[in-house]
């Protein structure tokens, strides 16, 4: 998974909030320019500490800022260290990705973090925006009132959800699309779909 940016950007709020010892994101994703994977900690960081070449460091670093610096709403028991999960936006879709640390997988899970990431993709729902978490490429959608697994989840995959009314009551239609390069430029064809009855009013 590629470093993305947070799209909040407000740099006074992230000057407010120092990384201090925080260094999860140098471990959780992948630095394109030294070749590093996603999951392993950067040769460049001393961790706790912070990055060795700081004042040198590659562009794809400079830009990050995660949202716990970023977002002045988000909890302070949200810093990547204490929470094992780093949030951003994506600079494309707005989607709010949530990228957990490999050696706890489960953190997302735990409370009071999985309620709080309910609460975030009901209000980002609203706004045509998702909450992803990922741990390594498998990815889960957080859905107001439940957890989708949606699998392997690369760069060339974009998903959507709509809240569509049935018979039986409404529900989430979950599409999952593949950009396919085409003489044009590029299309999405449909990878999978699937449906998840609302659960509650939540």
């Known amino acids: 998974m590629t470093t993305v940016g947070s799209a909040a950007g407000e740099a006074s709020i992230a000057q407010e909030r120092a990384c201090g010892s925080c260094t999860l994101c140098c471990k959780v994703y992948n630095v394109v320019a030294f070749g590093k994977p996603a999951g392993a900690w950067c040769s460049h960081c001393e961790p706790t500490l912070g990055c060795a070449i700081h004042d040198s460091r590659p562009g794809e670093c400079a830009v990050f800022d995660c949202l716990w610096k970023t977002m002045p709403a988000l909890p302070m028991h949200w810093k990547p260290d204490q929470a094992k999960m780093v949030l951003t936006v994506h600079p494309t879709t707005n989607n709010i990705q949530v990228v957990v640390d490999p050696d706890l997988p489960s953190a997302w899970t735990r409370q009071p973090y999985h309620s709080q990431l309910r609460v975030l993709a009901k209000s980002n729902m609203a706004k045509g925006h998702l909450v992803i978490v990922f741990v390594g490429e498998q990815a889960t959608l957080i859905l107001p009132d439940q957890d989708v697994p949606l699998g392997i989840l690369t760069l060339d995959r974009v998903v959507s959800v709509a809240l569509e ?34 659960r509650s009013a939540a």
């Open 165 to 198: 009314p049935g018979p039986g009551g409404a529900a989430y239609e979950v599409k999952i699309y593949a950009r396919r390069a085409t003489t044009g430029g590029q299309t999405l064809e449909l990878a999978s779909a699937s449906r998840h009855p609302v």
